[in-house]
């Protein structure tokens, strides 16, 4: 029992075929922007100013340690 695969067939697969391409180009498109958008946000955040470290005074002597 053999089917043969009508010109019907073929326009309605050629069809959806270029849809779902086109759905996946789109899609692709849209989440490789929603992640760069979303990695400039995190790299471009105002930082922190540094902390200062405490001053020392001439008076704080730490022994040298020698190996």
């Known amino acids: 029992m053999g089917t043969s695969l009508t010109s019907e067939f073929w326009e309605r697969f050629t069809l959806l075929l270029f ?4 759905v996946t180009f789109v899609l ?15 790299t471009h955040r105002p930082s922190v100013p540094p902390t200062r ?15």
């Open 19 to 22: 849809a779902a391409m086109g």
């Open 28 to 42: 692709t498109a849209l989440f490789d922007a929603l992640a760069l958008r979303r990695q400039n946000r995190r």
């Open 53 to 67: 470290a405490p001053h020392r005074t001439g008076t704080d002597h730490r022994p040298s340690v020698r190996c």
